[in-house]
Antibody, heavy 120, light 107 residues
Framework: QLQLQESGPGLVKPSETLSLTCSVSGGSISSSSYYWGWIRQPPGKGLEWIGSIYYSGSTYYNPSLKSRVTISVDTSMNQFSLKLSSVTAADTAVYYC????????????WGQGTLVTVSS | EIVLTQSPGTLSLSPGERATLSCRASQSVSSTYLAWYQQKPGQAPRLLIYGASSRATGIPDRFSGSGSGTDFTLTISRLDPEDFAVFYCQHYGSSWTFGQGTKVEIK
């Protein structure tokens, strides 16, 4: 059974870089059938796609965040990572990693999510 | 960029009733790339429907999806107490887009 687990600091200072890692178990991140993505949800609000990566390293970013986002993949460790630079309080959210079907784009497996708070 | 608009914002119903949730796209989209999710408080979203009408693994048959073009519907035929949650539609195109969500609450 596929499992995804987010890890990283729960508190980040304004203007710094948020860094999270998603560890994948029970399946290979190198599968050609899937993308791997990050989605966030500010407290009490809806879901926002941040970006996705294919095992080859091809990346796709939300245009509204593109200038601040970097997603990378480490196939040897079966994990992928998110970096979001110059964070503000508006970046406070629960951050989820998820697997997406390459052919249809639906997100069929999700991590439990991790709350990241931006505060000094 | 595709914008998904869900309605209503909140649906107040009793267990056993039928729920009909709408998702409207700002332009015509392929049903292949339309999905629905359920999210309960404190939990990650769960895939319910993909390809507009295919149920994900383990999803009860009281959940059904339909629609094409710009108008899509998620129907819950008879609400079970565990079904009360927030529901999101999602489209995959050049990027991934979510609707703003519909909350189904107990009346």
């Amino acid at each position: 059974q596929l499992q995804l687990q987010e890890s990283g600091p729960g508190l980040v200072k304004p203007s710094e870089t948020l860094s999270l890692t998603c560890s994948v178990s029970g399946g290979s991140i190198s599968s050609s059938s899937y993308y791997w993505g990050w989605i966030r949800q500010p407290p009490g609000k809806g879901l926002e796609w941040i970006g996705s990566i294919y095992y080859s390293g091809s990346t796709y970013y939300n245009p509204s965040l593109k200038s601040r986002v970097t997603i990378s993949v480490d196939t040897s460790m079966n994990q992928f990572s998110l970096k979001l630079s110059s964070v503000t309080a508006a970046d406070t959210a629960v951050y989820y990693c998820a697997r997406a079907s390459w052919s249809s784009g639906y997100l069929d497996s999700w991590g439990q999510g991790t709350l990241v708070t931006v505060s000094s | 960029e595709i914008v998904l608009t869900q309605s209503p914002g909140t649906l107040s119903l009793s267990p056993g009733e039928r729920a009909t949730l709408s998702c409207r796209a700002s332009q015509s989209v392929s049903s292949t790339y339309l999905a629905w999710y359920q999210q309960k408080p404190g939990q990650a979203p769960r895939l319910l429907i993909y390809g507009a009408s295919s149920r994900a693994t383990g999803i009860p048959d009281r959940f059904s999806g339909s629609g094409s073009g710009t108008d899509f519907t998620l129907t819950i035929s008879r609400l079970d107490p565990e079904d009360f949650a927030v529901f999101y539609c999602q489209h995959y195109g050049s990027s991934w887009t979510f609707g703003q969500g519909t909350k189904v609450e107990i009346k």
